[in-house]
Structure formats: structure tokens, C-alpha cells
């Protein structure tokens, strides 16, 4: 079945660094592309970004631009998310999520999550 | 990158439907069939339950429909259930650098 595991998340000082890493198994990782979703504590999903099935195409909302970097390993079957410049904004339950193949279309529908991992951003 | 516009909060009796909107511009809802629609229990991770305005995932229970005119998207839930109880998300993709966007959100009560 497919299973999608986050890692990485935890308490960093505002301006520090952090990597999100996302396992998964169960599907052709290779085959698809993937995202990263946050939610802050009681608050609303956002979109964060999303990266290609070769890696060759990558999309990141403009709250984290510049400063978080989406990446993956297709031999490892990992995604992983290069957190910079962390502020207190960024603190927040980070999920991966699969997209529901549809070739042709944006796939921008998401069939698998992650449980999350949590990021903390505080002095 | 504004969020889609959600109503805060929707309430029903068991048995009874609901309908939850969610508005956005001509440049995302209003511009093609990619709106997707998630349910989220406290603590859990989002569900998906629409894709591409009307389509249902295997599984779905065929009480969850949803509907699009010009630049507003709807989900209904039809039977109202205890376990409808939830927050629910629309999602939109748009032509953009920043090409996905959320809703708001909405909490259901089950009253």
C-alpha cells in the first residue's frame, strides 16, 4: 500500500535551517510528482511547493521563494524539503502528498499524505 | 498568492445536506475544472474527496458531491453523518508561477 513518511521536522531558532524528508514506498515514486503542504497550529493547509517527476521542474509559493528548496531521490525513493532563513511564520505541520495521476491535466489533485512532521521556529 | 474563500463554518442536522462554497477568481476556479475538495479530522492528515470539480476517488461515499458555476466551486454533503464532522479544503490549480492554492476552510457540525 502506499506510504508516505516524513522526518526531519523539529525546534529551530528563528533564521536557522532545517530538512524535511518525506519516505515513500508502495508506488513507482519515480512516476509522479509531489508536493509540500503546511499547517500552521489551527490554522488553514497551505500550499508550499511541488517538484517534477525528474526533479527538472519546481514551483514553491511565494511566502517561502528563495528560501526552502524541493528536492527527491528517485534511487531512494525520498523527497525532501531544504528549509532556509527559517521565520516564526514557518512554523507549522509539513506534509508530503502524492498527486492523483492524470496524465495531460496539471495533477493537482492529492491522493496520498503524509501524517506530518512538525516544525517549530523559536528562540 | 490569496487563499480561495471558504465560509468559516456550516452546520446541519443528521440526515440533512449542506453545501459548502468556495470562490476564488477567473483566473483559478473560474478558468477550468481543477478544483479539488479534502476533509481533515483533527489530528489527521487531509483526504481527498473531489477531483477536478465532480469526480469521487474509489472509496468515497457517493454522499460527497460537488459542482462548479463561473467563479465559485461547491461541495455538498448529502445524509448528513457524525463522522461528516471535520474541516474541509478546496484547492485550485491557476496558471501561475505559484500554480496551487487552498481555500480557507470550512468546519462542518454535525448538530
Known amino acids: 500500500q502506499v506510504q508516505l513518511v516524513e522526518s526531519g521536522g523539529g525546534v529551530v531558532q528563528p533564521g536557522g535551517s532545517l530538512r524535511l524528508s518525506c519516505a515513500a514506498s508502495g508506488f513507482t515514486f519515480s512516476a509522479y510528482a509531489m508536493h509540500w503542504v503546511r499547517q500552521a497550529p489551527d490554522k488553514g493547509l497551505e500550499w508550499v511547493a511541488v517538484i517534477s517527476v525528474d526533479g527538472g521542474e519546481k514551483y514553491y509559493a511565494d511566502s517561502v521563494k528563495g528560501r526552502f528548496t524541493v528536492s527527491r531521490d528517485n534511487f531512494k525513493n525520498m523527497l525532501y524539503l531544504q528549509m532556509n532563513s527559517l521565520r516564526r511564520e514557518d512554523a507549522a505541520a509539513y506534509y508530503c502528498a502524492r498527486v492523483l495521476p492524470k496524465p495531460g491535466t496539471p495533477e493537482c489533485a492529492f491522493d496520498y499524505w503524509g501524517q506530518g512532521t512538525l516544525v517549530t521556529v523559536s528562540s | 498568492q490569496s487563499a480561495l474563500t471558504q465560509p468559516a463554518s456550516v452546520s446541519g442536522s443528521p440526515g440533512q445536506s449542506i453545501t459548502i462554497s468556495c470562490t476564488g477568481t477567473r483566473s483559478d476556479v473560474g478558468d477550468h475544472n481543477f478544483v479539488s475538495w479534502y476533509q481533515q479530522h483533527p489530528g489527521k492528515a487531509p483526504k481527498l474527496m473531489i477531483y477536478?470539480?465532480?469526480n469521487r476517488p474509489s472509496g468515497v461515499s457517493s454522499r460527497f458531491s460537488g459542482s462548479k458555476s463561473d467563479n465559485t466551486a461547491s461541495l455538498t454533503i448529502s445524509g448528513l453523518q457524525a463522522e461528516d464532522e471535520a474541516d474541509y479544503y478546496c484547492s485550485s490549480w491557476r496558471r501561475s508561477s505559484t500554480p496551487y492554492v487552498f481555500g480557507t476552510g470550512t468546519r462542518v457540525t454535525v448538530l
Open positions: 477536478e470539480v465532480t
